[in-house]
């Protein structure tokens, strides 16, 4: 007869895990909430690939490096994924967007999948100053696909919504 355990490993906002104990072997589960990147761009009808992005450079103060990604958070409950964009841009590098456009969607890999879905916004207002350790770092397309290319983009979830719009800008 087989034997099983259940228990809750952690829980947060945003992420969860529970463990399950079946005949003395330990299966653990975890989750997520979904989640949203936004890249704010700005075309360059002339010349596509020198389309200006911004993107989000984040220093760590414990390593001392610094990483560039897409700015994104988690969806808090009862929040819809435009209003998540928004509080981001505003939180991170003081920017408010005057038009919010839906991407696509992915899964994006931390820890445990998450459910990302990812949007454009080519219009802003800057309202303030960017978080403490948050620098915006505008790049033309080809430069940003040159960074993910060469490995210095943070992770998928910044790379996906770059290529997406090279496809869409430059139709290649």
């Known amino acids: 007869m087989t034997k099983a355990i259940g228990f809750d490993l952690f829980k947060t906002r945003y992420m969860w895990a529970k463990g399950e104990i079946v005949d003395g072997d330990l299966y653990t589960k ?18 596509p690939q ?10 760590r103060p414990e390593t001392g490096d610094s990483l ?10 009862g929040e819809t ?6 509080r981001n841009l ?3 590098l003081g920017f408010r967007a005057l038009d919010i456009r839906c991407g696509g969607r ?39 696909i040159a960074l993910a290319r060469a490995g210095k983009l943070c992770d ?4 996906i919504p770059i290529y997406d719009l090279a496809l869409r800008l430059l139709g290649a």
């Open 50 to 59: 020198r389309s200006e992005l911004v993107l989000l450079e984040q220093h």
């Open 90 to 92: 505003i939180a991170k």
């Open 156 to 159: 998928d979830a910044t790379v």
């Open 30 to 47: 975890a989750g997520t909430a979904p989640a949203v990147v936004v890249l704010p761009y700005r075309v360059n009808f002339d010349d």
């Open 68 to 77: 560039i990604k897409t700015v994104g958070g988690y969806i808090k409950e």
């Open 81 to 86: 994924p435009e209003e998540c964009v928004q």
């Open 106 to 144: 992915t899964i994006g890999y931390t820890v445990v999948n998450v459910p990302i879905q990812y949007f454009y916004v080519t219009e802003w207002d800057v309202v303030g100053a960017p978080q403490q350790g948050c620098a915006p770092l505008n790049s033309s397309l080809s430069g940003a």
